[in-house]
């Protein structure tokens, strides 16, 4: 977890925020898969 993400949700568990980054990632990889 970078320190900007850490000072934004000093409150939150990790969890929720390694949740959110991996459906991020999730969201871009498929349209790539999907043009290819």
């Known amino acids: 977890m970078s320190p900007e993400i850490a000072t934004l949700v ?7 925020v390694f949740d959110a ?6 969201v871009q990889l498929v349209p790539a898969r999907v043009n290819t």
């Open 10 to 16: 000093p409150n939150a568990s990790p969890a929720p």
């Open 21 to 26: 980054f991996r459906y991020a990632c999730w």
